[in-house]
C-alpha cells in the first residue's frame, strides 16, 4: 500500500495568519493518464471528512480560496493563506493512484 | 443534490453482527465504486471495504483487518449500500462512513453511523 506521511500532526495557528501541512506519499501519485491523484479533506469536530482539493490543486465548489493545493510527485502541500475560526479541525491528505486509497496520520489545526 | 445517509449503527456485544445501510440519493449508485471507511474515536481514516459497479461486475473487496467477518452489498434498484458484520471485536467500534469514488477521490461523504462493541 502507498504509505502518506503527514507533517506537522499538530499545528496551533493565530487567526489570520497563514497555516501549511506537508504530505509525502511512499512512490510518485502521477498516474498514467498524466494526472496526479492527491487529495485534501478537512474534518470539522464532529463532522465527516469534505473534501476541499483534489488532483493537488483543484479546490471543490463552496471551499474558500484561502485554501490553496500544490506540489508534485510525492511531495504535496496544503496552504490556508489566513487562519479563521471556521479552519478548525483535522486535515487529512489521501492518496487516490492506488487501491486502497490511503490516508495521512491527519494534522491538528487549531487557534493559538 | 447528492447524499449519502448511513444508518444502523449502535452498541453490540463481542461476536455480535450488525448491518449497516447507506441510502444514496441525487445520483445513480449503479455509476459508482463505493467505499466504506471507519474512523476509531480520537483515531484516523481506515479504509474497510469497496463495491464496484455493473460495468466492473458487482466485485468486492476488503481491508485485511475485515475479510472474511465483514460482507458489501447493494442494491442498485434502492440506491443502496450495505455492510453485513460479523463476528465484531471490540477494535470494530467506529465511526462508519459510505463514500462515493470519483476517479481517485472520495467526492462526497455520509454523516456516518456509530457502531460500538462492547460487552
Known amino acids: 500500500d502507498v504509505v502518506m506521511t503527514q507533517s506537522p500532526l499538530s499545528l496551533p495557528v493565530t487567526l489570520g495568519q497563514p497555516a501549511s501541512i506537508s504530505c509525502r506519499s511512499s512512490q510518485s501519485l502521477v498516474y498514467s493518464d498524466g494526472n496526479t491523484y492527491l487529495n485534501w479533506f478537512q474534518q470539522r469536530p464532529g463532522q465527516s471528512p469534505r473534501r476541499l482539493i483534489y488532483k493537488v490543486s483543484n479546490r471543490d465548489s463552496g471551499v474558500p480560496d484561502r485554501f490553496s493545493g500544490s506540489g508534485s510527485g510525492t511531495d504535496f502541500t496544503l496552504k490556508l493563506s489566513r487562519v479563521e475560526a471556521e479552519d478548525v479541525g483535522v486535515y487529512y491528505c489521501m492518496q487516490g493512484i492506488q487501491w486502497p486509497y490511503t490516508f495521512g496520520q491527519g494534522t491538528k489545526l487549531e487557534i493559538k | 443534490e447528492v447524499q449519502l445517509v448511513e444508518s444502523g449503527g449502535g452498541l453490540v456485544q463481542p461476536g455480535g453482527s450488525l448491518r449497516l445501510s447507506c441510502a444514496a440519493s441525487g445520483f445513480s449508485l449503479s455509476d459508482y465504486y463505493m467505499d466504506w471507511v471507519r474512523q476509531a474515536p480520537g483515531k484516523g481514516l481506515e479504509w474497510v471495504g469497496r463495491?464496484?459497479?455493473?460495468?466492473?461486475?458487482?466485485?468486492?473487496d476488503y481491508a485485511a483487518s475485515v475479510k472474511g467477518r465483514f460482507t458489501i452489498s447493494r442494491d442498485d434498484s434502492q440506491n443502496s449500500l450495505y455492510l453485513q458484520m460479523y463476528s465484531l471485536k471490540t477494535e470494530d467500534t467506529a465511526m462508519y462512513f459510505c463514500?462515493?469514488?470519483?476517479?481517485?477521490?472520495?467526492?462526497?461523504w455520509g454523516r456516518g453511523t456509530l457502531v460500538t462493541v462492547s460487552s
Open positions: 463514500a462515493r469514488d470519483n476517479t481517485g477521490s472520495y467526492d462526497f
Open positions: 463495491s464496484r459497479n455493473k460495468p466492473s461486475g458487482y466485485t468486492t
